[in-house]
């Protein structure tokens, strides 16, 4: 049977809410966000379903977890730090012979359990059993909203349209990131004076031009070494088939030295979360390589 999986609100003082797919995914990808519960924690339930011609038949299994509100009513951070504390939580292994047992994992599962989790009682159960197979209509919970805009249908059409534009996309980047500063200079002026002639592609050169600034300036600023750096440290797990970010521990730093100097000291204060199956990847980057690499609502340690 195929599983499928439902999620629930159960706002403090208020009836349950019905998550819809896109809101669970906007709010654990951090790019949606539910303000009316701002600096607040909010008990949630998954619902995993077995299916049958895709209906549901029956419930393999609930579970209970709190999420975090933060000022912006995102939940992002809170998730972090959870799966930090199921990272620590893992027992490992003592060398042999030794006599000193870590209280790490003891407390991260008790901090995990009693900032994280909750246990849904048989009523709350039966609120969700009786939205999942309604036989009123008011046995149906009102639906959670969130901020982003819902998005319009993405046609075939128009993915064969993105897909044919966007196939040659890192084509542009590599021929752009190749060019030394002399010829930059040259490409944005070019840019700039195509975008002026060839009105019909305008906005296509003008973002052209744009690619070369950026360019100019990282290039300026790794020459230097000076301005906004970030040390950088990500938490790597190997899961069956592929390999996961779960966490990106980042310091802001005055420069490209003091950037290296606090990535050191990141990967020490860090080197308890490495394992078997968890390895972490350090770097130094500016900070327009950050935001290009855009990791959401990173946790800072």
Not at 107 to 112: E, G, I
Not at 127 to 136: A, G
Request: glycine share 8%.
């Amino acid at each position: 049977m195929a599983i499928s999986a439902r999620y629930y609100l159960f706002p403090e003082g208020s009836p349950p809410l019905k998550l819809s797919q896109r809101l669970v995914e906007g709010l654990t990808h951090g790019n949606d966000a539910m303000p009316q519960y701002a600096n607040s924690r909010q008990k949630a339930v998954g619902v995993l379903l077995e299916n049958q011609d895709g209906k549901p038949v029956t419930i393999n299994r609930t579970y209970g977890t709190i999420w975090r509100f933060d000022a912006d009513g995102k939940i992002t951070g809170g998730l972090h730090e959870a799966v930090v504390h199921a990272l620590e939580s893992i027992d490992r292994a003592e060398p042999s012979g030794g006599t000193v047992v870590s209280l790490r994992p003891k407390l991260s599962r008790k901090k995990l359990e009693d900032e994280f989790r909750w246990e849904p009682s048989s009523a709350d159960i039966n609120l969700l059993i009786r939205d999942i197979w309604p036989k009123t209509k008011a046995d149906r919970l009102q639906d959670a909203k969130g901020v982003s805009r819902k998005r319009p249908p993405l046609t075939f059409d128009a993915r064969h349209a993105l897909d044919e534009i966007g196939g040659g996309f890192w084509k542009i980047g590599n021929q752009i990131s190749s060019l030394k500063d002399p010829s930059l200079k040259g490409f944005i002026f070019e840019a700039r004076t195509l975008a002026a002639q060839e009105l019909e592609y305008r906005h296509l050169y003008e973002a052209l031009a744009k690619m070369g600034e950026d360019q100019l300036e990282l290039s300026a600023r790794k020459r230097s070494g000076k301005g906004v750096w970030y040390a950088v440290v990500e938490v790597i797990v190997q899961r069956e088939r592929y390999t996961e970010t779960v966490r990106v521990i980042r310091e802001q730093c005055d420069g490209r030295k003091a950037a290296v100097t606090a990535a050191r000291r990141l990967l020490v204060e860090n080197a308890h979360l490495f394992d078997e199956s968890i390895s972490l990847g350090t770097s130094v980057m500016t900070d327009l390589e950050w935001e290009e690499r855009a990791f959401p609502d990173d946790v800072g340690p």
